[in-house]
T-cell receptor, first 115, second 112 residues
């Protein structure tokens, strides 16, 4: 496979469930990102990882827990979510993390519905 | 990082016409990128223009940058139904990490 892949593509979960989103990039990039896209809102940057170290956490609630075991994989662990967490979750990667800002490659997203 | 603001929010044109979208931002940038998102999918990078460039072309895309007005425009010529998507600009700030902040985008509808 090429590019950035995300699984699952669709996920429906109850508020008491625990699930994980997976992202994998096949581009040899060193930086990876999680974004949340809700209807009619700007894309929200959630987490930034560089060389497997978390470098940014944009005030994301603790019910979202990221994990980056290596530079090719990124997970988002979900537990006790709220209905307002329903959104499209996008993963992206870039060659490096640092100025100047470079092109990011996005996965197709996971459509999450919390019931 | 700063967020780009796209204008208009929505644009509907017929196939073959040109589509122009605008982006404004607030502080100095190193570059500015444009992305496209088809409905319910990830974003796809279209073009990057550096702060010392005024115009850049890629196929049917033409991007301009006016740093004095802190604005950019994306022109799609001879539009096709497949160009139907949302378009986002992402200003790349000077001296910051590779972190992009996106606005709500321009939703382009190209009809036959």
């Amino acid at each position: 496979e090429t590019g950035v892949t995300q699984t699952p593509r669709h996920l429906v979960m109850g508020m008491t469930n625990k699930k994980s989103l997976k992202c994998e990039q096949h581009l040899g990039h060193n930086a990876m990102y999680w974004y949340k896209q809700s209807a009619k809102k700007p894309l929200e940057l959630m987490f930034v990882y560089s060389l497997e170290e978390r470098v940014e956490n944009n005030s994301v609630p603790s019910r979202f827990s990221p994990e980056c075991p290596n530079s090719s994989h990124l997970f988002l662990h979900l537990h006790t979510l709220q209905p307002e967490d329903s959104a499209l979750y996008l993963c992206a990667s870039s060659q490096e993390l640092g100025p100047p800002s470079g092109e990011q490659y996005f996965g197709p997203g996971t459509r999450l519905t919390v019931t | 990082s700063q967020q780009g603001e796209e204008d208009p929010q929505a644009l509907s044109i017929q196939e073959g016409e040109n589509a122009t979208m605008n982006c404004s931002y607030k502080t100095s940038i190193n570059n500015l990128q444009w992305y496209r998102q088809n409905s319910g999918r990830g974003l796809v990078h279209l073009i990057l223009i550096r702060s010392n460039e005024r115009e850049k072309h890629s196929g049917r895309l033409r991007v301009t940058l006016d740093t004095s007005k802190k604005s950019s425009s994306l022109l799609i010529t001879a539009s096709r139904a497949a160009d139907t998507a949302s378009y986002f600009c992402a200003p790349g700030n000077t001296g910051t990490a590779s972190k992009l902040t996106f606005g709500t985008g321009t939703r382009l509808q190209v009809t036959l």
